[in-house]
């Protein structure tokens, strides 16, 4: 009788402090969002190094002239307007007491600093140049007006200018990278400030409440790196986080399935698709049934490469492998991006078709290749290539799969050493431009063409029609421009897309979060909601 | 004694030595950390003005000799991802490795000595029986699955220990960094150095308990009982100091592979140690790191092995640090 008592009398304390934990959980969860993140941080210097993770803590810390909106619209930033003086000049109006976490106000100097700064940061790995050597001259008319000139038109200005961050002068003049990391000179205007940057670990954040804009509703961010993607899954159910960024589409059902989580997910700006070797040689993974090389590239055919493309099955590609986390594509970006083409499809799934094409081609019987592909780079990047392989081979083309990490498989990739093989592209700027000058257009190192065409893809119309477009500032006249040559390079079958992958996030049921098309984790877009 | 550690010092860099070699040789061959570190939308021109940046773009032996000469001056090359000392970065991570490796080996030997004599002393017996079956679960049980299963069960059904992450630390004596000073730190510690420390656990019990097994059966135990001495003390002393010497090289070596191979574990319950670091730097070609890292690892195996060989003469006095000749 004492005994149960007692028991009832231990139940209700327990209760009540379970009660009053909660509800102190629930005051500080209100004010502290912790997430975790997939990739390593490397440095806090917003000019060191254009690398994602880097980007997406600068993103907390720093502002830019002008940034994007969910859907890769570019919207005002430090900037309140923009505009072209002439083709070849563009004129920034500077928001007005806008105050750096050190004090100083933001003046053009410091935007004229920046624009200094990126291409000048010793021992860069991935310097940010690509998107200021374009400038050759810098014009402060007065504290909040500032002008670009560049040597020819130059359409891109403000999308350029949207992966620029602006540092402030007074701090960072004489800041080596490792005052950012440590701390001391990581000043911005941005939403956040740094509190502590620990490699490998984590990163802590304080809201800045001297933000100009809109304030985010969280007071105290932590990111997470946890590169594991179950240990990240983990993190989440055992509730040591309120969010992580891409859960494996494998465990999309668990967590779905979980009444205290919630799943959200957003087309990428990143196209997964297939490089072909377009050289004039014998194609170093192309080999008759019996292994013996073709002294053919018979990827130089048109109908072989439409046939390969036929084969394949995108939709089961993105139902099954993908568990839904992607949609087939016949193009280079997705419906809101600029420069899409409407309508354009991906070609249908047609094994008969895709026979008869080979037979046409002079391959009644197919050919042997080996199909290459990065491992854990792009969401489910192995099983896609395996996939693809299993495709060709019901219209006779053996196909061998072999796969290796980004490192190595990238340096060989773009050696041209490979026959066939699969890659990803985020269009980052937001236009089609983007994957146009670096994957299909001419390798040019003068221009600055063709960067990343792994695959040497050559059509003198489609480079007339990019180069074209790369200096057209009227919009309208761009997109057109842009979609052509899109057009004409799919027709051409210049890369083959597959499809446009979803970048996921998971949470918990009382926070929720604003998909970006960037596939950046940004703490100030997730809110509070009732659980 | 000294002469033996002065020898024993000089074999050591040629190790060193060579063992950079092959490694600097070996990541050069896997090819150039530019096409994986640079922004694809980087034109030509900046891909190879980052090559020049990084000295990438001279010829191996050049590159070889820029990084001997730094050595000598005691640096060991900037990392290119962090644009930090390489050295740096590794000493700042060492501290939660060593941290972890420390409480495995604990954790092994406080558990492993005792289970593997009482599994010895009473083979027949079913504790005895039952920690033998055990210790096989201990060996052939992979540590990443431990890992996932212990945070499913722990952190995700019951919700007592947290699934990742080093915790808070506090500065030991002002200077490193640890964690197990505060009662949330040992938290974050316990499953990881468990997690850890079972392979270990599982060696030392067999390794103690045949190594019981056998001292039982030698002729000094039977005598020692024949005087008359306790229990205890047979156990204790003429067992126990018997079999120690197999035991500490195993402890000594393991605590090496412990510190170099915590990468599985680290990744698992990302934990910030110089594993993780390793297997980073692996991902993106990061050379200084990889052949720092390696060159700390080399370092550290070179000293226990001198410290177990040290602490041989210590148990046995039968041994003498004398280099045989030739």
Same mark, same amino acid.
Do not use: C
């Given at each position: 009788m004492r005994n149960s008592r007692f028991r009832r009398a231990l139940a209700a304390g327990l209760a009540a402090a379970a009660l009053a934990a909660s509800v102190v959980a629930l005051q500080a969860s209100a004010q502290e969002l912790r997430i975790a993140v997939?990739?390593?941080?490397?440095?806090?210097?917003?000019?060191f190094f254009n690398l994602f993770p880097n980007n997406n803590i600068a993103e907390h810390i720093f502002d830019k002239l002008v940034q994007m909106d969910p859907d890769s619209k570019i919207i005002p930033g430090l900037a309140t307007s923009w505009k072209t003086v002439d083709d070849r000049t563009w004129e920034f109006k500077l928001r007005k007491g806008v105050k750096f976490t050190d004090g100083t106000e933001l003046t053009a100097e410091d935007v004229v600093f920046s624009l200094d700064r990126v291409p000048n940061v010793?021992?860069?790995?991935?310097?940010?140049?690509a998107y200021t050597k374009a400038i050759i001259a810098k014009e402060i *008319?007065? $504290?909040?007006t500032i002008r670009f000139r560049y040597a020819a038109p130059y359409p891109l200005a403000p999308n350029d200018l949207s992966t620029i961050y602006i540092v402030s002068k007074k701090a960072a003049t004489?800041?080596?990278?490792e005052d950012f990391n440590s701390g001391?000179?990581?000043?911005?205007?941005?939403?956040y400030r740094l509190v502590k940057y620990t490699s490998g670990d984590r990163v802590d954040l304080v809201r800045n409440?001297?933000?100009?804009?809109e304030k985010s509703p969280w007071e105290k961010v932590t990111f997470k790196i946890i590169k594991n993607e179950s240990a990240r899954v983990a993190a989440l159910l055992s509730g040591d986080v309120d969010a992580i960024e891409q859960p494996p589409t494998a465990d999309l059902a668990r967590i779905k399935g979980d009444p205290k989580f919630t799943v959200t997910s957003k087309i990428s700006h990143r196209v997964i698709y297939f490089n072909f070797d377009?050289?004039?040689? *014998?194609? $170093?993974f192309v080999t008759d049934k019996a292994g013996k090389p073709l002294?053919?590239?018979?990827?130089?055919d048109v109908r072989v490469r439409r046939a390969i493309s036929k084969a394949i099955n995108r939709q089961a590609i993105a139902d099954r492998v993908m568990e839904g986390q992607a949609i087939p594509s016949g193009?280079?970006?997705?419906?809101?991006?600029?420069g899409h083409v409407p309508g354009?499809?991906?070609?249908?799934?047609?094994v008969e078709g895709a026979k008869k094409l080979l037979a046409e081609a002079g391959y009644p019987d197919g050919f042997s290749i080996t199909i290459h592909g990065p491992s854990?780079?792009?969401?489910?990047d192995e099983k896609i290539v395996q996939a693809v392989a299993q495709m060709v081979s019901r219209i006779g083309i053996t196909a061998k799969v072999e796969t290796a990490p980004m490192g190595p498989y990238s340096g060989r990739a773009a050696k041209q050493e490979f026959s066939f093989h699969m890659v990803g592209w985020g269009a980052s700027t937001g236009e089609a431009s983007s994957p146009l000058r670096s994957?299909?257009?001419?390798?040019n190192r003068d221009k600055g063409l063709?960067?990343?065409?792994w695959g040497r893809y050559s059509n003198v119309k489609v480079d007339y029609l990019i180069e074209q477009a790369l200096q057209q500032v009227n919009d309208e006249n761009r997109s057109v421009m842009l979609q052509n040559a899109t057009k004409l390079a799919m027709e051409d079958l210049g890369i083959m897309p597959i499809h446009f992958q979803f970048t996921i996030w998971a949470t918990k049921k009382n926070v929720a979060y604003t998909p970006r098309t960037d596939e950046y984790t940004l703490a100030f877009q997730f809110r509070p909601v009732k659980g | 004694m000294l002469v033996f550690i002065i020898r024993r010092s000089l074999q050591s860099v040629v190790v060193l030595f060579a063992m950079s070699l092959l490694v600097f040789a070996g990541v050069f061959a896997i090819g150039n950390p530019i096409d994986i570190l640079?922004?694809?939308?980087?034109?030509q021109i900046d891909r190879e003005r980052a090559i020049a940046a990084l000295g990438l773009d001279k010829p191996l032996w050049e590159q070889y000799f820029t990084f001997l000469a730094g050595v000598m001056h005691g640096d060991l090359g900037r990392s290119f991802?962090?644009?930090?000392?390489a050295l740096g970065l590794i000493l700042e991570r060492m501290p939660a490795t060593l941290e972890l490796a420390f409480t495995a080996m604990l954790i092994a030997v406080v558990l492993g000595i005792p289970l593997g004599l009482w599994a010895g002393l009473k083979p027949n017996g079913f504790a005895g029986r039952a920690i033998m079956t055990g210790s096989i679960l201990g060996f052939s049980l992979p540590t990443f699955w431990v890992g996932l299963m212990l945070i499913m069960v722990?952190?995700?059904?019951?919700?007592?220990?947290?699934?990742?992450g080093r915790g808070p630390t506090t500065l030991l004596l002002g200077l490193v960094p640890v964690s197990f000073l505060s009662v949330d730190g040992w938290r974050h510690l316990l499953m990881p150095a468990t997690n850890l420390a079972l392979f270990n656990l599982a060696l030392l019990i067999r390794l103690t308990r045949s190594g019981a097994h056998e001292a039982l059966l030698q002729d000094y135990v039977k005598f020692a009982r024949a005087k008359g001495l306790s229990n205890a003390r047979v156990i204790g002393v003429h067992v126990l100091r018997n079999i120690l010497i197999p035991i500490v090289t195993v402890i000594g070596l393991q605590f090496g592979a412990l510190v170099a191979f915590a990468i599985v574990t680290e990744s698992v319950f990302a934990w910030p140690g110089m594993g993780k670091l390793l297997i980073d730097s692996i991902g993106v070609l990061d050379r200084p790191v990889i052949v720092a890292y390696l060159l700390v690892i080399v370092t550290f195996f070179i000293v226990i092995n001198l410290a177990v060989d040290i602490l041989y003469s210590a148990l046995d006095p039968?041994?003498?640090l004398t280099e045989s000749k030739g």
């Open positions: 997939a990739a390593d941080v490397t440095s806090i210097d917003p000019h010793p021992n860069s790995p991935g310097p940010f140049s *008319v007065d $504290p909040y004489g800041a080596a990278t001391k000179v990581a000043i911005g205007s941005g939403r409440d001297g933000y100009w804009g377009h050289l004039q040689r *014998v194609s $170093p002294d053919r590239n018979p990827l130089l193009q280079l970006v997705s419906e809101k991006l600029f354009l499809k991906a070609d249908a799934y047609d854990g780079r792009y969401v489910n994957l299909l257009a001419t390798f063709g960067a990343v065409n | 640079i922004n694809p939308q980087a034109d991802v962090h644009s930090t000392p722990f952190s995700v059904m019951l919700g007592w220990l947290p699934s990742n039968r041994v003498r």
